[in-house]
């Protein structure tokens, strides 16, 4: 699972790029155009990697079969409870 935390930890800078000029965009007292192909690329710079992630998640989560189904559903519970 090491490879997919990497992997989440790569693309969360460039979404957190695209987040803050989407509100930039929304926000009223903030003077920034919404453009389409600006928005395009600041997709287009974490996609790949993003699609990949999400791609090798599916295996990863396919792989914990071999893991007792009681101990990952209480350790999803102790994550949920731990927000």
Do not use: W
């Amino acid at each position: 699972m090491s490879a997919n935390v990497v992997q989440h930890h790569e693309s969360i800078p460039d979404i957190e790029v695209l987040s803050a000029y989407a509100k930039d965009c929304l926000d009223k007292n903030i003077v920034t155009k919404y453009d389409v192909a600006k928005f395009g690329a600041l997709i287009g710079k974490f996609a790949p990697k993003l699609a990949l992630h999400l791609a090798d998640e599916i295996k990863t989560l396919l792989g914990l079969d071999k893991y007792e189904a009681k101990k990952i559903h209480q350790c999803y519970l102790d994550f949920e409870n731990a927000r």
